[in-house]
């Protein structure tokens, strides 16, 4: 199993992190410093996710991750 890392992970072309941080993100508006903080929060998440085999069980990710 690769070890994920946030400072390496293309997270711009992963379809699956566009998704979950639009669900974390939701419909409102939201000012900048806000949004950059969810942001980050959710990259630190989504490497979580990713490292962890049962989460990635539980969000459905075992397959189509390299």
């Known amino acids: 199993m ?3 890392d946030i400072n390496t992970y293309d ?3 992963d379809e699956k992190f ?3 941080l639009k669900e974390k993100l939701g419909d409102e508006f ?3 410093d806000k949004f950059i ?5 959710t990259k630190k998440e989504w490497i979580k996710i990713l490292n962890s085999p ?3 069980h539980a969000y459905s990710l075992d397959s189509g991750i390299e």
């Open 2 to 4: 690769d070890k994920y």
């Open 11 to 13: 997270f711009k072309s």
């Open 18 to 20: 566009q998704l979950f």
């Open 30 to 32: 939201i000012p900048k």
């Open 37 to 41: 903080r969810k942001l980050n929060a």
């Open 54 to 56: 049962a989460l990635r």
